[in-house]
């Protein structure tokens, strides 16, 4: 009886250890994915751009990332669809992001006076 309940056991910690094994390499395999995206992203950006408006990206980047994913996604579409002559400039890049930036608004405080 003892000896079947430490087969059993045993049989349930290989059955453990082959799933934590196929989840390590399914991780790696997502992340080796997400690597070679990036790459692939950062390379269509070194053609459609130039280091200028690159560097100014990458800053904004760290400020803003959602912003900078959204004009790179942009960029890179409109640079599949051959839609953009030559490289972007850092004055292009600038114009395109004045016109992705919200409106702000102004906010004006008016003080009400006390009467006493």
Do not use: C, F
């Not at 990332?65 to 490289?87: C, D, H, T, W, Y």
């Amino acid at each position: 009886m003892a000896g079947e309940d430490e087969d059993e056991l045993e049989m349930l910690r290989r059955r453990r250890m082959q799933n934590l094994n196929a989840q390590m390499q399914q991780q790696e395999a997502m992340e080796d994915q997400k690597k070679r995206v990036e790459e692939g992203r950062k390379e269509a950006l070194r053609q459609i751009m130039d280091p200028v408006a690159r560097e100014r990206l990458g800053r904004l980047r760290m400020t803003y990332p959602e912003v900078a994913e959204n004009v790179e996604n942009q960029l890179i579409v409109l640079a599949s669809q051959g839609r953009l002559g030559r490289k972007v400039s850092d004055a292009d890049l600038v114009t395109i992001l004045k016109r992705v930036q919200p409106k702000k608004r102004d906010i004006k405080i008016k003080r009400i006076g006390r009467e006493e």
